[in-house]
Every structure is written in structure tokens, then in C-alpha cells.
């Protein structure tokens, strides 16, 4: 079970996605930092959390999800891909049938009573933990798609769920392995596909495994050792899942990455993903 982070806007409490599958915030509705607050924040970024890296994470993750480097396209996304999921949906793919879509649209109707996602609500209760689409269908795509394009709160509220469930944890974990900026996005991309559970195929289980066969730098490890029987043991438990098993994401970019000696995960950066070349220069 995930680690939640306090948001004050939103209760504490614990998500119930356990097996699924990105940030630069609007400036209309984030307030500019001070000088004095800028320096800090960037005081306290040091690997993934930095804005430069951030959005390369958001990058690199959009070329596996959504065969694009325009992440803040995604925001409307939304499709059944037929993975046993339900829908689909958003800047890190949020799932009807995994919890994570319903937490969402909880927090959006709470900072905004009212929106169009909210009558949805109890049908997304309904189907948590299922593939249906039973009071979902037919118009709950184009509201979702609505919601999106017209309101900036909702892109928000997609981008703090992302962070408070996905990113912050994952970037949080990785400091704490000593792992550095390439081994804290191999847990964010870790997480967001397989979520953050107990079960065999979530992240916390791949890296008990990894941590079994190697040690982190925080353990007194090799870093790159370690780091290759984490990628090694996140592909095995891709390959348990029919939708998940092309492991490309792993193979042809995480681990090009690795091989390269990039632990900063520096540009120039090449992949590739489902055979599909990316650049960030």
C-alpha cells in the first residue's frame, strides 16, 4: 500500500489502485514564486523533482503510454485499451476499474461542486475494481474530454494526483535507496504501470526482489548493479501481464540509458519504444 502525501485540499487515506497503468503547472493557477522561494525549491530538487528532469520524466513516460512526447496533450485522453481496466484516461493514465480515476474525479469535485465529471461519481463506484462500463457510457469520453479542454482545474487536479500518488512517492523511494536521478524515474515509470500494492506485480514487490539481489547505493551497493536487477525484475513482472508485454520501455530506453552510464539521466537522450525512435535534445 502507497504512502500517501498530505494535500490539504483533499483527505488522507489510501488509493485503491494496486495493479496499473506527466509536469509543468499552469501558471494561471499556480502563484509565481519569490526569489527566496525559487532558490529554495531548487535547493531541495536535486534528481527527478528538478523541473528540467521532471519534464524529461513526463516525456519519456508519454513515448510508452502514448507513442508521443507531448505529454500535455494527454489531458484529454481517454479510451478502453482492453487491458481489464475499464477506461483509460489522462496525463498518467488514470483507470476506472483501479481507483485511481474515481480518486480523481472525488478531488475535482471537491474543488469544483458541480463540474460535469461530478454525476459520475457514483457509477465510478459502481465499476472500481472492474472492467464495466456501466453508467459510464455513452457520453462520460466527451465530458471527460470536455472537462479537459474548458477547465483548468481539472488538468490541475490531474497533475497533483499524479504527483501525490505516482511521482513524489517514487522520487521520494529512489533518494532513499541513494539511487539518483535515472534510478528515480525507473520507479516512476515502475509505479505508474503497476502501481504501488502488495501484490506480486506492483512496485513495492519488484523492488523487494531487486533489493534481494543487489544493494543500493544507500545499502553501501553499486548503483548500476543494483539498478540492472531492478530493470531485470520489473520486465519479469511485465511479462505476467498480456498488455504489458512488450518490454521495450525497459529494454530500449531505460536500459540504453543505464548502459550509457547516464545516472542523471542527462540529454541528449535517444530510445526507442513499441520500435518507435525519440530524441530530447
Wanted: hydrophobic share 35%; charged share 30%; aromatic share 8%.
Amino acid at each position: 500500500m502507497r504512502h500517501p502525501i498530505p494535500d490539504p485540499a483533499r483527505p488522507e487515506g489510501p488509493s485503491r489502485r494496486t495493479v496499473l497503468a506527466m509536469a509543468c503547472v499552469s501558471l494561471a493557477t499556480v502563484p509565481l514564486l519569490t526569489p527566496s522561494r525559487a532558490s529554495a525549491a531548487s535547493a531541495r530538487a536535486t534528481g527527478l523533482d528538478d523541473p528540467a528532469k521532471k519534464e524529461i520524466a513526463m516525456q519519456l513516460v508519454s513515448s510508452a503510454e502514448n507513442s508521443s512526447l507531448d505529454w500535455k496533450a494527454q489531458y484529454r485522453y481517454i479510451e478502453d485499451i482492453g487491458d481489464g481496466r475499464g477506461y483509460t484516461a489522462g496525463v498518467i493514465g488514470f483507470c476506472s476499474g483501479t481507483g485511481d480515476m474515481l480518486d480523481l474525479v472525488e478531488l475535482y469535485a471537491r474543488r469544483s461542486p458541480g463540474n460535469v465529471l461530478a454525476p459520475y461519481l457514483p457509477a465510478l463506484r459502481r465499476v472500481d475494481g472492474s472492467d464495466s462500463h456501466e453508467g459510464l457510457d455513452p457520453a462520460y469520453p466527451d465530458d471527460w474530454r470536455r472537462a479537459a479542454d474548458d477547465d483548468p482545474r481539472f488538468r490541475q487536479a490531474q497533475d497533483d494526483e499524479r504527483d501525490r500518488v505516482y511521482f513524489d512517492p517514487a522520487v521520494r523511494r529512489g533518494k532513499e535507496d541513494g539511487l539518483r536521478t535515472l534510478g528515480q524515474f525507473a520507479y516512476y515509470d515502475a509505479i505508474v504501470m503497476h502501481g504501488d500494492g502488495g501484490d506480486p506485480l506492483s512496485f513495492g514487490s519488484i523492488r523487494e526482489r531487486a533489493l534481494g539481489r543487489a544493494r543500493p547505493p544507500s545499502r553501501g551497493g553499486d548503483e548500476v548493479a543494483y539498478l540492472h536487477a531492478f530493470l531485470d525484475e520489473r520486465v519479469w513482472a511485465m511479462r505476467q501481464e498480456e498488455a504489458h508485454s512488450d518490454t521495450s520501455r525497459v529494454d530500449t530506453a531505460q536500459r540504453v540509458f543505464l548502459n550509457e552510464g547516464n545516472l542523471d539521466l542527462d540529454p541528449p537522450l535517444h530510445w526507442h519504444v513499441y520500435g518507435d525512435a525519440y530524441h530530447i535534445g
